[in-house]
């Protein structure tokens, strides 16, 4: 088989027929894009976790008809509008029908059921768009392919059998000259339920299907034309990385940069697969490659900011030269199935940051009473919220002299909450209030890359 590339195209590259059409010239004009994954329109995922959590009737009907204009916006600009328009319909009818059952139960699985329209109505109209510029575009359901546990909202892939399915469906069709189009950010579990993957999953499908197919590469195309030093929305001076490691793009996927999803990386890491990000929107503006070994190495690669943070921390005497405080507080996170990030401990008491919009698709807290009640019976528990986690991100940041003094001078007019330094080579951690968030990402970025 020749160079197979397997493209990712996100809501904002989709969100209307405009952007879709660009991204099909994308993909028409590059003869190496055999598989594309596509994500929701722009604003349809929001919506429909919103019916997922229940709402009003005429909040209910407020959004279906959102929903619909969306679609319609691009279906009635199409050639052959009719070639799609039944199946868009009878996809909002099931989003109706779950959305009037989300009113009366809200469940999991209802959610992923629900949140996994908006993939396969953006998929059914990017195809046509497609067939439409005469081009072998074949339309395929994801969750023939990758298969998932049950733990809906975060689900796990079974990479065997998410292999085998891939060489028994997909290998085929792109043999025959092919170009899969098909789904990001869902499965399917054993017994035959909608899974999702997490909120920005579509970028672990593409590296998921990369893998199973042997690809040479994976292109993650955005609304931004590569990695930056940091958001260009809050530094306008951040400048373009043109190649990056796999591990530090992972720190800053992992520390809250938008432009590629944690879990991504982890397929194409394993199998040494490179990963290019570009805009969709300018796709000649270049973009950034993700590899194993890039060179140079600069000490200071980038800045990372995840908002919304919680500051979770587990006081008892008792664990004063005590055995098994920290295993028992771990084995309550995980039986929550709790993610956590960063960790200061003292004599008497341990810190933990938590991501407050949680690990799954619908966002939902991960605090609940249960879990506090448990850790209640170990510790005094401090909740502390409106925090953001900065993440200075660079190599060997563990053995460079001079570190500690930047960010300090650079921090010194400010109430820094958390200092997390030394566990990894590629990151230091600092924990600040929200409002100050934007200035300190400024103050770094002056000090650090200008």
């Known amino acids: 088989m020749s160079h197979l590339s397997v493209a990712k195209f996100g809501g904002t590259s989709v969100a209307n027929y405009e952007a879709m059409s660009a991204c099909a010239n994308i993909v028409v004009n590059d003869p190496n894009t055999r598989v594309v994954i596509l994500s929701a329109s722009a604003g349809v995922t929001n919506y429909l976790v919103e019916l997922a959590n229940g709402c009003s009737h005429d909040k209910r009907a407020e959004i279906l008809s959102a929903l619909k204009t969306i679609q319609f916006n691009i279906i009635n600009q199409l050639q052959n509008p009719d070639a799609v328009t039944s199946q868009i319909e009878e996809l909002l009818d099931q989003i109706e029908a779950l959305a009037m059952s989300a009113s009366l139960a809200t469940s999991l699985a209802l959610t992923d059921e629900l949140i996994s329209h908006g993939e396969m109505m953006s998929t059914l109209i990017f195809t046509q768009l497609l067939i439409e510029k005469n081009f072998p575009a074949q339309w395929v359901?994801?969750?023939?392919?990758?298969?998932?546990?049950?733990?809906?909202?975060?689900?796990?892939?079974?990479?065997?059998?998410?292999?085998?399915?891939s060489d028994n469906l997909l290998k085929p069709l792109i043999e025959e000259?092919?170009?899969?189009?098909?789904?990001?950010?869902?499965g399917r579990d054993e017994e035959g339920k909608t899974t999702t993957l997490g909120r920005g999953g579509s970028d672990y499908s593409a590296a998921l299907l990369a893998e199973v197919l042997h690809a040479d590469?994976?292109?993650?195309?955005?609304?931004?034309?590569?990695?930056?030093?940091?958001?260009?929305?809050?530094?306008?001076?951040?400048?373009?990385?043109?190649?990056?490691s796999f591990n530090e793009a992972a720190e800053m996927a992992t520390f809250g940069a938008k432009v590629l999803h944690p879990a991504t990386l982890l397929p194409a890491v394993r199998s040494n697969i490179p990963v290019y990000v570009g805009s969709s929107k300018a796709p000649e503006q270049g973009g950034t490659w993700v590899t194993r070994d890039p060179q140079p190495r600069p000490t200071f690669r980038a800045l990372a900011?995840?908002?919304?943070?919680?500051?979770?921390?587990?006081?008892?005497?008792?664990?004063?030269?005590?055995?098994?405080?920290?295993?028992?507080?771990?084995s309550i996170l995980a039986k929550y199935k709790i993610s956590v990030d960063v960790i200061t401990t003292s004599e008497v008491s341990i810190a933990l940051t938590l991501d407050k919009t949680g690990s799954a698709s619908s966002g939902a807290d991960i605090l609940s009473e249960d879990?506090?009640?448990?850790?209640?019976?170990?510790?005094?528990?401090?909740?502390?919220?409106?925090?953001?986690?900065?993440?200075?991100i660079g190599n060997n940041l563990h053995s460079q002299s001079g570190i500690a003094k930047k960010?300090?001078?650079?921090?010194?007019?400010?109430?820094?909450?958390?200092?997390?330094?030394?566990?990894?080579?590629?990151?230091?951690?600092?924990?600040?209030?929200?409002?100050?968030a934007n200035t300190i990402i400024k103050s770094l970025h002056s000090e650090l890359f200008e």
């Open 141 to 165: 359901d994801i969750r023939e392919i990758i298969a998932t546990d049950s733990h809906f909202g975060k689900a796990r892939p079974n990479d065997e059998l998410t292999q085998q399915q």
């Open 305 to 330: 900011l995840r908002r919304n943070q919680i500051l979770l921390t587990l006081s008892n005497l008792n664990m004063l030269h005590a055995q098994g405080f920290l295993a028992n507080v771990f």
């Open 177 to 186: 000259g092919k170009i899969i189009i098909t789904q990001g950010f869902i």
């Open 371 to 392: 879990l506090l009640s448990e850790l209640r019976q170990c510790s005094h528990v401090k909740v502390e919220e409106d925090l953001a986690l900065i993440a200075i």
């Open 217 to 244: 590469d994976v292109l993650i195309w955005t609304d931004v034309p590569g990695i930056y030093t940091t958001d260009p929305r809050i530094v306008p001076n951040a400048q373009r990385i043109e190649t990056i």
């Open 407 to 436: 960010l300090f001078n650079t921090l010194s007019d400010h109430n820094i909450r958390l200092i997390s330094c030394g566990a990894s080579s590629n990151n230091v951690c600092t924990l600040v209030h929200n409002e100050n």
